[in-house]
């Protein structure tokens, strides 16, 4: 079974997520019950929302504070570790995560690559 990581990408405002508390309210168990349908099939590995606070380091600099966006003000809000015989399956479930209520907003689906063990 191939592990797979999902991004969950959003739009974000000046200083931090668009989401209101009344719309976490209203999401929360929409998410339960979407990450809960994947666990109870035995193939959830690990999931988490992301504070906005962030840390960005290169070569040069450290920069604290904002999360990387791209150029439409979209960033990584969350992600979930799964696992799945096939990326269809992974996109299917991905098609109705609820993250995609929000403009702008989708999943990015990548495979993870196991590191050698000799």
Same mark, same amino acid.
């Given at each position: ?56 380091v290169n070569n040069v600099e450290? #920069? &604290?504070?904002?999360?990387? @966006?791209?150029? /439409? ?6 992600? =979930? %570790? ?12 991905? #098609? &109705?995560?609820?993250?995609? @209520?929000?403009? /702008? ?6 495979? =993870? %690559? ?5």
């Open positions: 079974m191939t592990e797979y990581l999902l991004l969950f990408r959003n739009v974000s405002g000046e200083n931090g997520y668009v989401s209101t508390n009344e719309d976490m309210v209203e999401d929360m168990p929409k998410w339960q019950a979407w990450i809960g349908n994947i666990a109870m099939q035995g193939k959830l590995v690990s999931t988490a929302p992301m504070k906005y606070e962030a840390s960005i450290t #920069k &604290t504070g904002h999360p990387h @966006k791209d150029e /439409n003000g979209v960033l990584v809000a969350g992600f =979930l %570790i799964c696992k799945s015989d096939s990326i269809s399956e992974v996109e299917e479930w991905s #098609k &109705t995560c609820p993250i995609l @209520k929000y403009p /702008n907003s989708h999943v990015e689906i990548r495979a =993870l %690559i196991p590191f050698p063990t000799n």
